[in-house]
C-alpha cells in the first residue's frame, strides 16, 4: 500500500510539472503575440497583388509624400455604416505607410457631432488636413484629391496667373466648351490665382508666376510685345497659344527666341485612322523635357498649327520641341484649298512628323561690367534672368470640350506646374479599374457546376451512407 501512495504521489507531482509546463508555454505564445502585433502596429509591411496596381500610390503621389517633412494629421469624416468607409480607410493607411509624418483619425460624424460641428462638416467623407500650422479641407476622398490638398498644405504661397485679354483671346471662366473654365479650376486646387491683365492699361507685376496668351485673334501693339519680352528676360514664365494663320502679331517676338510659326495648319491622316478628322493631329510622340518625361499617353491637337524650333541656335536660350504629329501627317499652307474642303499634300507642305510645342528656356550670360545698361537705359533685349516660354499652335486640346480626352489635361497641367516652378509635382494620373471577364467553353462549364453541385454532394452523401452501415454493423 506504500508504494502504491508513492506511486500516486509521484503520479501527482508529474501531472503539476506538466501543468507547469503547459502554462508557461501558454504565457510565452501569450507574449510572443504580444510582441508580434507590436511590433507589427510600428513596423509593417504591404504588398498590392493586383495587376494594375489598383492599391499602389502613383508615383507623383510619392514624389509630393517625400516633401513633407513636418507632422500631418488627416481627420477623415466618414460614416461607418457605410460602404464608403473601407476605401477611405486604405487610401490614408496607404499614405501613412509611404510617409512617416502622416497620421489619421477615422471619425464617425453622428458619434462626434461636437468635432464635426468644430470643423463645419457639411458633407460626408469630407477630410480636414492639419499641419505646418495651416489646415486644408478636402471634399473628394481619392488620391488625386487628397494629394492636391496636400500640396496646399505645404506651398503656401499662391503663385499669380495673369491672364492677356483685349485681344480676343479665349476666357478661363464660364462653362462654355471653348472656354478653359476647367483647367482654371484645375489649377486653383493647387493654389493658383488667376486674374485677368490688360496691357494696354498696365504692365506685367512683378509678382506674376506666369501670363497666359490664350489664342488671340488681334495683334499686339509694338508696347504689349515689349512688355511680354521684359517679363520674359527678367526670369518670368510665358504660355502662348496660337491658332493657325493666326499669330497675334507675335511671329517675330518669337522668331527672336528661336521658335519658328508659319501659316499653316497640320492634317494628319493617323487621326482617321483612329476614329478621328484630319485636322485633328494625335500625338503619341514626345521631345525629352521635364514635362514630358515618363509620358505615354496620347494627345489630340484640334484645329493645330506648326510651333518648330529653328535650325539656327539662339545664344542663352535651349530650345526642346515638346510634341510630334506621326509621319502620315503634313503642314498643310493652301488656306483656300481647305476653305474648299480639298487638302492634299504637294511640294509646298512639309511633311511629318510636324512640331505641335516648343519651350524655350533663358540662361542669362554672365554679367561684366558696364554691360547691363547703355546711355542709362535698361535694355530690353539683355536676358537677366531665368525666363521659360512654352508656345503651343492649338488652344482647343485645352478647352472645356477637350480637355479630358486621352492625355490632353495631363500634358497641359504638366506644362503649367513646370512654368511656375513646380517641377516635381506635375501631375496625378488615376489608376484604370479594367473589368476582368471569365469566358468559360461548355467544356469548362460543365466542369465547373458538375464538381460543386454534382460530384462533391454525392462525395459527401456516400460518405454519410458508409459511416452509417459501419455504425449499424458494429
Known sequence: MGKLRFFRGGMGKFKLAGSSNMTAAILLVLVLAVVITLISNRHYLRW???????????????????????????????????????????????????????????????????????????????????????????????????????IRLIKSKTEKVFWITGHGERTFEGGEPESLSALQESLANQNCEFQDLNLMQKDIPHDAALVVVAAPEKRFFPEEVESLRKHLNKGGSLLIFLEPFADGGLKDFLKDYGIITTGDIVVDKMSRVMGGDYLIPMVANYGVHEITKNFRLASFFPLARSVEVAPERKEGITL?????????????????????????FDERDRRGPISLAVIAELE??????????????????????????????????????????????????????????????????????????LMLSREQGLVLFGIPVVIVPLFVLLLGILVWYRRRSR
Open 48 to 150: 498590392d497583388l493586383t495587376s494594375t496596381g489598383e492599391h499602389s500610390l502613383s508615383e507623383k503621389t510619392i514624389q509630393v509624400l517625400k516633401t513633407i517633412k513636418q507632422p500631418v494629421k488627416i481627420k477623415a469624416f466618414v460614416q461607418e455604416a457605410l460602404e464608403g468607409t473601407d476605401p477611405v480607410k486604405r487610401l490614408l493607411a496607404a499614405y501613412a505607410y509611404a510617409a512617416p509624418n502622416i497620421t489619421y483619425e477615422m471619425i464617425d460624424p453622428e458619434r462626434n457631432p461636437g468635432m464635426t460641428t468644430r470643423y463645419k462638416i457639411t458633407s460626408l467623407n469630407t477630410m480636414i488636413l492639419e499641419g505646418y500650422k495651416r489646415s486644408q479641407t478636402v471634399k473628394i476622398p481619392d488620391e488625386e484629391n487628397l494629394t492636391n490638398g496636400l
Open 320 to 344: 526642346t520641341n515638346l510634341a510630334f504629329t506621326s509621319t502620315e501627317s503634313w503642314a498643310e499652307t493652301d488656306r483656300a484649298a481647305l476653305d474648299q474642303g480639298k487638302v492634299a
Open 364 to 437: 542669362p550670360p554672365i554679367e561684366k561690367a558696364g554691360e547691363k545698361k547703355e546711355g542709362g537705359k535698361e535694355d530690353p533685349h539683355r536676358i537677366t534672368g531665368k525666363g521659360k516660354m512654352v508656345v503651343f499652335g492649338d488652344i482647343h486640346f485645352a478647352t472645356n470640350r477637350y480637355i479630358s480626352v486621352s492625355g490632353n489635361n495631363d500634358f497641359i497641367t504638366n506644362t503649367l506646374n513646370y512654368l511656375v516652378g513646380r517641377e516635381d509635382l506635375i501631375t496625378i494620373k488615376k489608376k484604370p479599374k479594367p473589368i476582368d471577364t
